[in-house]
């Protein structure tokens, strides 16, 4: 008997149009990207606050340096080298952080008008 009682959940969208719901939608598929976007973008602050230790590290040594390739060979390195690479590497970083700094930017302003889109229709 207490099954019979209980009640279907209820689809709070159900009562909005199909344009509204597929806004609502098109929105969290949005921030999901988003999130991901974000992610990536601290993968690269990571990076590049690495390698800015690596080149403060390697300016201030005079002797012999070595680089790990491959995480299995380890080889003979200049100072020179290894500061033109990460410095290559840094301004890489740069590039793809100004990259994703502009999708950032488009993302919050597409977001903000479906979400205003969505409010239109929700509040009638």
């Known amino acids: 008997m207490e099954e019979e009682n209980q009640k279907a959940p209820v689809n709070p969208l159900a009562n909005l149009d199909e344009e509204t719901q597929r806004k609502i939608q098109e929105l969290q598929m949005m921030e999901q990207n988003f999130q991901q976007l974000l992610m990536q973008k601290n993968s ?3 990076e590049a606050n690495e390698t800015d230790f690596i080149i403060a590290e390697v300016e201030k040594t005079d002797g012999e340096l070595s680089r790990i390739i491959g995480n299995q060979v380890i080889i003979k390195s200049t100072k020179e080298e290894i ?3 990460m410095k290559k590497k840094k301004e890489l970083i740069a590039i793809r952080m100004e990259s994703i700094d502009k999708q950032e930017k488009q993302f919050s302003e597409t977001v903000e008008t479906i979400r205003e889109e969505i ?3 929700i509040q009638g």
Do not use: E, G, Q
């Open 119 to 121: 409010m239109k229709k």
């Open 83 to 85: 500061l033109k690479d």
């Open 44 to 46: 690269f602050s990571m």
